[in-house]
């Protein structure tokens, strides 16, 4: 007999409340608790495997592998490139100069704090003189990203310029003719992908911070749906 078969059994008969007792209340809440803990406990494992990775040539100039940042339940997660210097030094994502403009951005236009977003790039280890990763450097940490995100499930990826819609979207993009833009992830047609600019782009191009606000009005929107 199902819920709604036993409700209207239980009328017939004068029962019109049910109360749920204290051990399974306790029971609902533990294994709510059980599932908040699930995705932390999961990019945890992913970071142990990843931690001392060799597939591609990086792992031979890196500090560390970078993983990524942030709450696991957000339904934003944010794509860079990959870690620059200070990233590698302290296992961080966008800790830097960009990371700042970013964490500003996601205060001042989104309304959020860092903390409540999820950080990460599509190479986990800083290229040698913070160079644009290679093809065959991005595929090498392919796997990472897709576990990342098949984890999180989120709402919207945003994509920090090409090298990140690239990693992301697994096609080359022209940044300024695509920016602004929603596509649909390749695997999961529920995630959205935003794409804008890079930070750093941003800061050796000061003019074009007003064309990343807009962006990031988008995303807000993009986020509430």
């Known amino acids: 007999m199902g819920i709604k078969e036993t409700i209207k059994a239980l009328e017939v ?3 019109n409340e049910l109360y749920l007792s204290r051990k399974l209340k306790e029971e609902k809440v533990e294994t709510k608790k059980e599932k908040q ?5 999961l990019l945890k494992k992913l970071y142990e495997k990843w931690k001392d990775c060799t597939r591609c040539d990086l792992h031979k100039s890196r500090t560390q592998v970078v ?3 942030g709450n696991p339940y957000s339904p934003l997660v944010f ?4 870690p620059g210097e200070e990233e590698d030094r302290q296992g961080r994502p966008f800790v830097g100069r960009a990371g700042q403009l970013l964490n500003r951005l996601i205060k001042e236009v989104l309304g959020m704090e860092r903390e409540e977003v999820y950080i990460t790039n599509v190479c986990k280890c800083r290229p040698p003189g913070n160079r644009k990763p290679t093809p065959i450097e991005m595929r090498a940490c392919s796997p990472y990203l897709k576990e990342e995100i098949k984890i999180i499930q ?3 990826i945003c994509c920090l310029g090409a090298t990140a819609g ?3 979207l697994g096609k080359s993009l022209k940044i300024t003719k695509v920016r602004g833009q929603v596509f649909v992830y390749p695997f999961n047609p529920k995630i959205k992908v935003f794409l804008t600019y890079h930070p750093a782009y941003v800061l ?3 003019k074009e911070e007003e064309t990343l606000i807009k962006d990031f ?3 807000k929107e993009l986020i509430s749906q």
């Open 204 to 206: 050796r191009n000061p």
């Open 13 to 15: 008969i004068g029962i």
């Open 79 to 82: 794509v860079g490139e990959a």
């Open 154 to 156: 989120p709402k919207v």
């Open 166 to 168: 690239e990693g992301v």
């Open 67 to 69: 993983p990524g940042d």
């Open 217 to 219: 009005m988008k995303l």
């Open 37 to 41: 803990e699930d995705r932390k406990e």
